[in-house]
């Protein structure tokens, strides 16, 4: 009795030992909830304008969230007809700035009775105007000198918007008025952006385009002709307002404030933009 009372004291203090040297669990840890300072979190101002805009934008971006580091612009560009589609199919938007009055017309009440999603036309104004030209590649391949000489037998693609694109509304009426629209319809390759024209041109996928100065000037090509007074009968003027239904509607009115001052003229006059009188 006394031997096996023996082993089993033994028994226990090894026991005890080996607990003593394992490793305790570590102890999970508590959950610290970390509050939010108030005024850290950005807001975001949702802008959708014309591809044309892209470089003068994304320039504009930069000062003004230098400048007012609780706002973080968020841009989305392509066709003002494509944006406008966006914008009725739903699409999330504070601001909206048309190549074109056709477009932003149809988001006006007062323009368009019926239209589904609509501007504060409180908000609406002409920010610029922007000018229709010929473009070529460095070097004009073509030897293109006029938009007359899109006839000739020697330009063999010419690419132009397509009708949903202000561009392409453009050159339509002006080539109509030139009485060339019909003949050279078998050489027009048709882009949906004046960013796909200009490309093409550039890259001689067409010999000639149908584009803004501003755009001609933003891809490095050259300009051998601009519309005159009369080619046009309709001024290129890019109209900007706030939408109704914007979460952001203080923020959004700020920021087109912004574009019509100083800072932004210098940006929008170096490639050929004018600001709207």
């Known amino acids: 009795m006394k031997g096996f009372l023996k082993k089993f004291l033994v028994l226990t203090l090894a026991v005890g030992m080996l607990g003593a040297c394992s490793p305790k669990q570590a102890e999970p840890k ?9 005024g850290t979190e950005k807001k975001k101002i949702t802008v959708f304008a014309a591809a044309s805009m892209t470089e003068t934008m994304e320039q504009i971006k930069k000062v003004y969230e230098e400048k007012h580091k609780n706002i973080e612009l968020v841009y989305t560009f392509d066709s003002s007809g494509t944006l406008k589609k966006q914008i009725e199919q739903g699409a999330q938007a504070d601001i909206f700035i048309s190549a074109a009055q056709k477009q932003m017309n149809a988001l006006d009440k007062t323009k368009t009775a019926d239209a589904k999603v609509v501007i504060d036309e409180a908000s609406r104004f002409n920010l610029l105007e922007n000018k229709v030209v010929l473009a070529v590649a460095k070097g004009n391949p073509a030897k293109v000198e006029k938009f007359e000489d899109l006839a000739n037998d020697n330009i063999t693609k010419i690419a132009l918007g397509n009708s949903d694109v202000p561009v392409g509304q453009y050159s339509e009426e002006l080539l109509k008025n030139l009485n060339i629209w019909e003949k050279i319809q078998p050489k027009v390759t048709l882009g949906s952006n004046v960013k796909e024209v200009t490309t093409w041109v550039k890259e001689g996928v067409a010999s000639c385009g149908i584009v803004y100065a501003t755009d001609a000037y933003s891809a490095g090509l050259e300009v051998v002709a601009t519309a005159k007074e009369g080619m046009i009968k309709t001024p290129v003027l ?32 170096k490639v050929g933009f004018a600001i709207a009188k």
């Open 238 to 269: 890019y109209p900007a307002a706030v939408l109704k239904n914007s979460k952001n509607a203080k923020e959004a009115k700020e920021f087109l404030e912004f574009l019509k001052g100083n800072e932004c003229k210098a940006i929008f006059e």
């Open 30 to 38: 508590k959950e610290t909830k970390v509050e939010k300072k108030e």
